[in-house]
Structures are given as C-alpha cells and as structure tokens.
C-alpha cells in the first residue's frame, strides 16, 4: 500500500460547482499535512496547511480525520482557473522527509 | 516570500552526456535542499537530500554515483546526472528549506529530454 493515495481523476465539474477530493495516509505517525497546486510542467506551490480542527481559506476548506487517517480539501464556486493538479502532502512525526500524492486532476469547465 | 530559482528551465541532450542542474535560494539561507523526480502523471519522488556541507542522504534506488548532489553553500545545490540516458528524462524539482521551518519553497523544475 502507498504511504499517501489519491484519486488521480481527473474530475471534470461546470464552473461554480463545489468539488472536494481526498487523500488517505497510511502511516499513524505522521504528524503535518498540506494541500499543494501543480500546474502542468510547473513546480508545486503550498495551497495549504491542514489543521486537526479544520481550516479554511476563501473557497479552500481543508479537514483533517485522524481516526480515518485521511485529508479533505473542499472547492467552492469552483473557476476555470482552479484547473489543476492537488497534491497530498504528508510528513511524518519528527522527520524531514514529505511524502506526496500522486495528485487529483482537477479541470473545472464552463 | 523566499525564492528559489531553477536553471535551466530545459534541456535536451544527447545520450552519454552529463546534465548539471543548478538551484539557488535567493533570499535565505537553505540549511537543507531536496531534489525530486517526477515522470508523467506520476507523484514527485525523493531522490535525495542535501544539508550544506556534508554529502547528500540518497533515498533507496538512486544511484548516488549517477545522479551527483553538491551543495557547497547554504545558497546553492546542483545535481548532475551523469551519462544520461533516455530513461532519465524527467520533470526534476529542487526545493529548500530554511533551518527547521516544515516550509519548503520549490524551484521552477527543470525538464530533461535525453535523446
């Protein structure tokens, strides 16, 4: 099993949907978890951090659930220029090393 | 916010060659740099880390003789693959870390083509 799995998709939703992916850990030691963006041929750039009580960020929601050992991430009113790869990112307990996803692909269209 | 600039941004080369990719922090100082690989529609893979002054941390099934990680300043880490061949054409990403801020800031990637 992979230490981080996600739905590669794509998922393609109209623009303004509400849309929401996850991604399972199997590791219990791990410790910090983000939400990254990749864009085709770009470097990943951090979304953002998940907290164990729930965050958010504008149209962003992103869930933690420990017991389930997986991560949200919540899209609202979704736009054309939300099209992108997310990636899971997860560090375990102390260490130095992240893990990622292999990435959802998301194409929001009109 | 930190930059970390990637050069080149591409390269196509002729197999047997070697390939050096340079990754600079502009504005900090990057105790650690981690360089990645990421083939198509695949997840970004360590291959390794790198803390200034002291040989790189390969994780298993890199060839630290092939892929050579320097990072002689706390600015700046280079990876060259050496001899290269059309199986190591891939998206390569360096990114760096300032002391232990969990933050890592990417460089733009460098995509290799060998031929």
């Known amino acids: 099993r992979k230490e981080v799995e996600q739905d590669p998709g794509p998922f393609n939703v109209p623009e303004g949907a509400t849309v929401a992916f996850n991604c399972t850990y199997s590791n219990s030691a791990s410790q910090s978890f983000f939400w990254y963006r990749q864009d085709c041929r770009k470097e990943p750039k951090l979304l953002m951090s998940?907290?164990?009580s729930g965050n958010e960020d504008g149209r962003f929601t992103a869930q933690l659930n420990r017991a389930s050992q997986y991560i949200s991430l919540l899209i609202r009113d979704s736009k054309l220029s939300d099209s992108a790869t997310y990636l899971c990112v997860v560090i375990r307990g102390g260490g130095n090393k992240l893990t990622f996803g292999t990435g959802t692909q998301l194409k929001v269209e009109l | 916010g930190a930059v970390v600039s990637q050069h080149p941004s591409w390269v196509i080369c002729k197999s047997g060659t070697s390939v050096k990719i340079e990754c600079r922090s502009l504005d900090f100082q990057a105790t650690t740099m981690f360089w990645y690989r990421q083939f198509p529609k695949q997840s970004l893979m360590l291959m390794a880390t790198?803390?200034?002054?002291?040989?790189?941390?390969?994780e298993q099934g890199v060839e630290k003789d092939k892929f050579l990680i320097n990072h002689a300043s706390l600015t700046l880490s280079t990876l060259t693959v050496t001899s290269a061949h059309p199986e190591d054409s891939s998206f390569y990403i360096c990114?760096?870390?300032?002391?232990?801020?969990?933050?890592?800031?990417f460089g733009s990637g460098t995509q290799l083509s060998v031929l």
């Open positions: 790198s803390n200034e002054g002291s040989k790189a941390t390969y």
């Open positions: 990114s760096a870390r300032q002391g232990s801020n969990e933050k890592l800031f």
């Open positions: 998940v907290y164990s």
